[in-house]
């Protein structure tokens, strides 16, 4: 199923300069940070104490009344508006409504004439509340004797991205369940020759993009503007839409410069809220989360996994079967999705032919998880791809080789009903072995393994853009995709500026703002390069067919004598570059033709995933026996993406990626002690800095040009973050012969499991 | 409160209450926004300006502190005539940023080590940069921008 192979580019698979490169350089780039509007009014938001209480009563007088304060908001003034939002399931007040379901959930909005004013005013709030019974891990979500997060049945969000029931609001804490099944587990585990088994955790992480969540909204009595780091301004717009009970047209998201995703930017966060405090205060209202604030706002699902997995005597995998409990928190966000994303990412890349995988997520008395770099598939990496190193040492197999005889071959349809696997995992696995030095000797207490991720991408098609080619020859495209610093003001004009035939340079992007840039859906799932990027091939295409219809007109002959070449047309011996044909078209050096595509789930793209998501990774550890610190001696990263528009930018969201695995692996944990985050600020939530860099970084693609996106491309820059805390535990195991079933590693957790081995001796 | 300090090489002079950071005057007050602000803690370095030379972090440096001293921003390091600092081209040509928005205090930090040690090796830029926090590229292509200014900077200085 490869698209079109063609390798004499010009501009594509050449590692141009970002386009946003001498902004972000210079401190000009222009973030929602930065913006301030005339007139502009300031929110600071008040969170609740308690996990979960009832709210009696709250008095905002003496807050209204301090000076510089416009006006003070709860969710007891939302009057007019439908306040409850949420893409997948309506269950999430813009304030809280009668009760407060996590410590951290915000009661109420100080809206005043700057930051410190809305900040001091804050304490003026009083409100009483009558405390509930709290449960903050699955477990305890459900107990027999649980209390109900949620009361009633929800609307199912029109936007959920999966076809499946919403499970939430049964009268359970259950928020989503996900099964797949296929062949007989049962039999395979009963005939197995070898069997591992085991509980693994992985924990609650926070993406800590360093732009905060900020939003500046303006609403007036017919439109709702609103500026925001968001990475989908599409969906967002759609919940806002219903919130303010508007036509789509009357609501305008507009995003500039995003300072980080992954993620967490992902889908409906503060805006709401925001435009509900400038629909009071009747201007434009700014808030700007701290970084504490963002903590309190979305994490990772955390995740409990129960699976086994078997092979038979020749070495094959014959079954694999898991259970999976994830902490969703108090509101679903876009963890119905993961959920169904995990469950599925449980099986690959290997072709299993009995698989059972039960999951469901619950919701507890925590900080709400969604979308999180991966989705899902890091949650189940770890001990997926424990359990193929686990296996391996059982029946004596070295976990490369047994990696290689089980892992999906090109083309093979291993997952029944999804499309046929399109990566290479064999090269990409052997290219990860080769460049940490796979079977050289190693010193004692080091360990080297690689590790392997194929997902199924969350990347859904409904996508659509206009390229508008300018009479000198320039061109504009508006695209919804949003510059996360991922890459897409570069990588798009790059396909843009190969089909036209015309500069690089020349070629502008303006993007999200959803008055004027065509629909997308979103820019999450690694989708951007392989949707958004055949749009523009495909506007591109559209733009110079009418050029052609153009220069039969101009030159006065058929259309069928015009041919195409690269910049331009010729006909016979008149050549014309573009910015000709249109001039000559209008007869004036100005104006403009628009290209234009839509993309659907049909065609190339019916089948589903969009692509598979693939990437391998090798690691060689050292761990200090005494005290059980791990140092990163070498990290390499192979990346599966087709063909790389920007090899150094694909390369760059690899080794992005990786380091965040490394990141989970290694110590990032969001720690609860009742209901409290003990570590919910950056002092104390430990992340990857310039001292934990790997010794030796090597960072190589595979560009087989086996993508369904432009030329063969396909979406990377999640799956080398994915193998990455399983690549550690089993590096460790190999180091110093402890298996820990739990990330991050920590130095504590491996020198006690190192002891309790001495001790068992 | 009135503050006079040389800002990017010229004279200035503002009101700022006692309780204002630095990021807060630069930003707010003198709309220069080029310096960001993350963690407001002392941790991420995202904030980080030149005081005197020396890296300090600007959303918790009070302002008034600057008072007769030089303090440069990103804004301060681009050349009249356009021409990138040695630095800022190697982050472009290293691909050593993806969001941006560690990008300034990177670039900051870098300039005050490379003006106190103009040919660090690989562990003194490791070790001089664990202050600034970068979540996109790993770090991989910053320390090969820091190396590749370094170069830049020491043939410029030969000439
Ligand atoms: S914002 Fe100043 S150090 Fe993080
Ligand atoms: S480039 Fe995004 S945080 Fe460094």
Avoid at chain 1, 427 to 452: N, S
Avoid at chain 2, 53 to 71: D, F, M, N, Q
Wanted: aromatic share 8%; proline share 5%.
């Amino acid at each position: 199923m490869s698209a079109e192979k063609k390798t004499d580019f010009h501009v594509v698979n050449h590692s141009l300069p970002r386009r946003d490169g001498r902004v972000k350089v210079t401190g000009k780039a222009q973030y929602v940070a930065d913006l301030r509007l005339i007139g502009m009014a300031y929110a600071k938001v008040l969170r609740s104490t308690y996990a979960h209480a009832k709210i009696i009563s709250i008095d905002k007088s003496r807050a209204e009344a301090r000076p510089g304060v416009y006006c003070v908001v709860t969710g007891y003034d939302l009057e007019g508006l439908s306040p409850y939002y949420g893409h997948a399931v309506k269950d999430h007040p813009l304030l809280a409504i009668d009760k407060v379901r996590y410590a951290g959930e915000p009661v109420a909005a100080v809206v005043a004439v700057d930051e410190r004013t809305a900040f001091e005013a804050l304490e003026f709030i009083d409100v009483k509340y009558e405390e509930l019974k709290a449960v903050f891990t699955p477990a305890e979500a459900l107990a027999e004797d649980a209390p109900l997060l949620h009361e009633r049945q929800f609307e199912a969000g029109a936007l959920r991205g999966f076809e499946g029931e919403v499970s939430a609001g049964k009268g359970t804490n259950i928020c989503q369940t996900h099964k797949i099944q296929w062949g007989d587990v049962d039999k395979a585990f009963k005939e197995a020759a070898a069997v591992v088994e085991g509980n693994y955790y992985f924990p609650m992480t926070y993406a800590y993009a360093m732009e905060p969540y900020v939003a500046v909204a303006e609403v007036n009595d017919q439109d709702v503007t609103i500026y925001s780091s968001a990475q989908h301004p599409f969906m967002v717009r759609h919940d806002l839409k219903s919130v303010f009970n508007l036509p789509v047209s009357s609501v305008r998201l507009i995003v500039p410069f995003v300072g980080g995703g992954y993620g967490s930017k992902s889908y409906t966060k503060i805006e709401p809220l925001v435009a509900a405090c400038s629909w009071k205060a009747k201007r434009p209202v700014k808030l700007q989360l701290t970084v504490e604030e963002a903590m309190l706002t979305t994490r990772s699902d955390d995740a409990y996994t129960w699976m086994r997995t078997a092979a038979d005597a020749n070495g094959k995998i014959i079954a694999r079967q898991a259970k999976i409990v994830m902490n969703t928190g108090a509101y679903a966000e876009n963890s119905p999705l993961v959920v169904e994303k995990s469950t599925n990412r449980c099986v690959g890349p290997y072709a299993i032919p009995n698989v059972l995988i039960e999951n469901s997520s619950l919701y507890t008395n925590t900080v709400p998880a969604s979308s999180y770099r991966g989705f899902g598939c890091a949650q189940v990496t770890l001990p997926g791809e424990s359990q193929i190193d686990e296996l391996a040492a059982k029946i004596g197999k070295d976990p490369y080789e047994f990696r290689l005889a089980n892992a999906a071959k090109p083309g093979e349809e291993f997952f029944p009903g999804m499309r046929p696997f399109d990566g290479t995992l064999k090269q990409d696995l052997e290219t990860a072995a080769k460049a940490i030095g796979w079977g050289k000797p190693l010193p004692k207490g080091h360990g080297r393994t690689v590790a392997c991720s194929g997902s199924d991408a969350g990347a859904y098609p409904l996508t659509s853009t206009a390229i508008r080619v300018h009479a000198d020859g320039s061109v504009t495209i508006m695209t919804g995709s949003t510059e996360l610093g991922q890459g897409s003001h570069t990588v798009l004009p790059q396909i843009a500026a190969e089909e036209l035939g015309i500069p690089f340079e020349k070629v502008r992007v303006v993007s999200s703002d959803t008055a004027i840039t065509p629909y997308d859906r979103s820019t999450g799932a690694s989708r951007t390069t392989t949707l958004m990027g055949t749009a523009v091939l495909e506007a591109s295409r559209e733009a110079i067919q009418q050029m052609v219809v153009m220069a039969a007109d101009v030159l006065k002959v058929k259309i069928e004598q015009v041919r195409v070449v690269r910049g331009g047309v010729r006909c016979g011996e008149a050549q014309l570059k573009w910015s000709e044909v249109i001039s000559k078209f209008y007869a004036l050096p100005d104006g403009e033709v628009i290209g234009r595509a839509y993309i659907r789930k049909s065609g190339k793209f019916s089948a589903l995933p969009v692509f598979w998501e693939t990437a391998a990774t090798g690691v060689e550890i050292s761990v200090d026996e005494e005290t059980g610190k791990i140092t990163m001696e070498k990290l390499a990263t192979v990346g599966d993406v087709g063909l790389a528009i920007n090899p150094a930018l694909a390369e760059g969201q690899d080794i992005g990626a990786a380091t965040m695995g490394m990141g989970i692996g290694l110590f990032e944990e969001l720690v609860y002690e009742g209901s409290q985050l003990v570590n919910g600020s950056i002092l104390d939530y430990r992340l990857p800095r310039f001292s934990d860099l790997p010794k030796e970084v090597e960072l190589h693609l595979v560009q087989n040009q086996d993508g369904v996106g432009p030329y063969g491309a396909k979406g990377g820059g999640e799956a080398s973050l994915n193998s990455m805390a399983a690549n550690i535990a089993n590096a460790v195991d190999r180091a110093v012969g402890v298996r820990i079933r739990q990330a991050p590693l920590t130095p504590e957790r491996i020198w006690r499991a190192m002891k309790e081995k001495r001790d068992k001796g | 409160m009135n503050l006079r300090f040389t800002l990017n090489g010229k004279p200035w002079q503002v009101d700022c209450e006692p309780q204002e950071t630095l990021a807060e005057v630069l930003r707010n007050t003198l709309n220069l926004n080029g310096t960001k602000v993350s963690c407001e803690v002392q941790v991420c370095g995202a904030c980080t300006v030149l005081v005197d030379g020396v890296p300090v972090s600007a959303c918790t440096y009070l302002a008034y502190e600057a008072r007769g001293k030089s303090v440069t921003t990103i804004e301060g390091l681009e050349k009249p005539d356009g021409t990138l600092h040695p630095l800022q081209q190697a982050f472009i040509d290293e691909f050593a940023f993806q969001c941006g928005y560690c990008t300034p205090g990177m670039i900051m930090s870098a300039k005050a080590l490379l003006d106190e040690n103009p040919q660090p090796t690989r562990d003194e830029i490791i070790h001089y940069m664990d202050g600034n926090i970068c979540r996109c590229t790993g770090y991989v292509p910053i320390v090969a921008a820091i190396q590749r200014a370094s170069e830049v900077m020491s043939k410029e200085t030969k000439k």
